[in-house]
């Protein structure tokens, strides 16, 4: 398939070609990145192969963008679910805002094959700002949880805090590199070759934290519970911030390797809708716990009373009886 052939980050960016770029804020930006879908398209007319491949790469985009969008769509109402019950839910807040960065990105990238829609330099631009507010909110919400299970160590906070402050650094790089339309994947970020491992340094610390802090949390459970440790740890949420981990490691090192050749950088979009599912995930659980905690059981103990057949009663039905009963009345009234 045309999407899986391999771009030469030379061959795309021509040499000296920052001498003849337009610059915003001093940042060069490529030609090839500051047109949409539809204006790259019509670039190939005359030539109907390379206009079909155009199509399939950008068409294979837009398919994997409309699922990303329904994803985090569907996180939305479970966070603001939450919130309308107990407002300062960190985690909820933060699967919110994941879930709008990744709405903005999503929609931006689809409203880039509409007429007078996004450039590829705003589309990836977007991705840089959402790409880094995705991870201070994922490691924040890991934080927390870490931070919890550990009896509130102060020490495990002030390091996940610092660790989690240079995230913006991939928004600073996402905005200075080249942006271009690219035959074979559409539109593509020119990193350069030091940004997978900018990231890797970034990810790496406050991974081998966490992976550290949730292990130990595991094997407590275990040597308490046994085999019903499992069961807890899905109960209180461990188990999902476990694959999270594992997930931002296994594309963290994706993309340091650039298994995918420039297409790497995909990971990148992809630890973002994976952590999102698994965060929604995580709310929806603790949601239905919650609901499930606060059903009255009052309902359930009564609920066969009605059923139960009274006897009926044959003394009020003697003459002094009703006397007695009269004169109570009375008395009482």
Known sequence: MAFWIPIDRNHVLNEG???????????????????????????AQGDIEDMRTRQRSLIFQMFCNVISACLFARNVPVAVRILMRQRRALAAWCCLLQALAGLTYTLSCLGCGMPDGPLCRHVLWIAGAGIALSSICVGTTLLQKAYLVHNKNKWMLAIGIILLLPQPTVTYYTWISPAAMVPSAGCLLLYPPELPWIKLALDAPINIIFSVAFIIVVYRQYHLFGSAAWARLVRDGIQT???????????????????????????????WVITAVLLGHHLSAQLHIRNVAHVPRTT?????????????????????????????????T
């Not at 911030?241 to 992809?270: D, P, R």
């Not at 009605?306 to 008395?331: C, F, M, N, Y």
Request: net charge negative.
């Open 17 to 43: 070609w920052e001498k003849n770029a337009t610059y915003q804020w001093g940042i060069p930006l490529h030609p090839l990145g500051e047109i949409n879908v539809i204006d790259y398209v019509l670039q």
């Open 241 to 271: 911030m476990c694959i999270i981990v594992l997930s931002n490691i296994v594309c963290m090192l994706c993309i340091a390797f650039e298994v995918a050749n420039l297409f790497s950088e995909q990971f990148f979009t992809l630890d």
């Open 300 to 332: 359930h103990a009564l609920r066969d009373f009605s059923q139960i057949e009274t006897a009926p009663s044959h003394g009020l039905s003697r003459p002094h009886d009703a006397k007695w009963l009269q004169s109570w009345r009375h008395v009482h």
